[in-house]
C-alpha cells in the first residue's frame, strides 16, 4: 500500500547530540512537510519542501534543518537537541491534482525524547 | 497570524452524537479539514469542507459557514473506538495547513 513511513518511531538522545529522524513516501507526492507537535498542542509547521524548493516557516529556530535527497526521502536533522525539543515529529505529503490540492496525509511520528 | 479555536475536551455516552465547534479567524481561506488522531498516533484524514453546508459520510458529518468563520464534526452513534483528538484545521493558501490544539473526545460505556 502507498504510504508514508517514518523511522524510527521511538527515539532516544542525549542533550546536544544530533539527531536525524526520517521520512519516506511511496505517494510520489511534490510536497513533503516535517511538524512538530508536543502534547495536547496543535501539530506546528516547521517547513517543508514543494519539489526541491525548501521553504522555512519563520519562527522555526535555526537547529532545525531539513534535506530532501529525492521525491521520496526527507530528513529532519536536529544539530543540537534541547529538552524543549521533546516532541512527536510529524511527516506529512500532499499533491496538486487536477481539481485541487488533496488532503495531507500524515506517517505514524516519531516520538523523540531527549535526556 | 491564524487563530484557530476548539474546545479542549469533552466526554460522551457510547452510542449518543457528539458536534465538536471549530471557528477560525485566517488570513484566507481555501479549505477546512478534520482529522482524527488517536494517543500517540498520526492524524488521519476525516473530512473536508470548501463551500457552506454539511458534508456527510457515515456516522461523521462536517458543517461549514465560511460567513461565520464556523464549522462542526458531528459524531453519530458513538463507539469506544471514537475515543481520540479531533484537530480542525485550515487551508489558508494553496496547500499549507494550520491546526487548532485538538479536542480530546472521551467516550464511555
Known amino acids: 500500500d502507498a504510504m508514508v513511513i517514518q523511522n524510527p518511531r521511538y527515539q532516544v538522545t542525549q542533550f546536544g547530540k544530533p539527531v536525524t529522524l526520517s521520512c519516506s513516501q511511496t505517494?510520489?507526492?511534490?510536497?513533503m512537510y516535517w511538524y512538530q507537535q508536543k502534547s495536547s498542542q496543535a501539530p506546528k509547521l516547521l517547513f517543508h519542501?514543494?519539489?526541491?524548493?525548501?521553504?522555512n516557516e519563520a519562527d522555526t529556530p535555526d537547529n532545525f534543518q531539513s534535506r530532501r535527497p529525492n521525491t521520496s526521502f526527507c530528513f529532519l536533522d536536529i544539530r543540537s537537541p534541547g529538552l524543549g525539543d521533546a516532541a512527536m515529529y510529524l511527516c506529512?505529503?500532499?499533491?496538486?491534482?487536477?481539481?485541487?490540492?488533496?488532503?495531507?496525509?500524515f506517517g505514524p511520528g516519531t516520538r523523540l525524547l531527549v535526556l | 497570524g491564524q487563530n484557530i479555536d476548539q474546545p479542549t475536551e469533552m466526554t460522551a455516552t457510547e452510542g449518543a452524537i457528539v458536534q465538536i465547534n471549530c471557528t477560525y479567524q485566517?488570513?484566507?481561506?481555501?479549505?477546512l479539514f478534520w482529522y482524527q488522531q488517536h494517543a500517540g498516533e498520526a492524524p488521519t484524514f476525516l473530512s473536508y469542507?470548501?463551500?457552506?453546508g454539511l458534508e456527510e459520510k457515515g456516522r461523521f458529518s462536517s458543517f461549514l459557514s465560511r460567513s461565520k468563520g464556523y464549522s462542526y464534526l458531528l459524531l453519530k452513534e458513538l463507539q469506544m473506538k471514537d475515543s481520540a483528538s479531533y484537530l480542525c484545521?485550515?487551508?489558508?493558501?494553496?496547500?499549507?495547513?494550520?491546526f487548532g490544539a485538538g479536542t480530546t473526545v472521551t467516550v464511555r460505556a
Open positions: 485566517t488570513s484566507g481561506f481555501n479549505g
Open positions: 484545521a485550515v487551508r489558508d493558501g494553496d496547500y499549507k495547513l494550520s
Open positions: 519542501y514543494y519539489d526541491k524548493d525548501f521553504n
Open positions: 469542507n470548501v463551500l457552506d
Open positions: 506529512a505529503t500532499s499533491i496538486y491534482t487536477g481539481t485541487g490540492w488533496e488532503t495531507q496525509y
Open positions: 505517494l510520489n507526492h511534490n510536497v
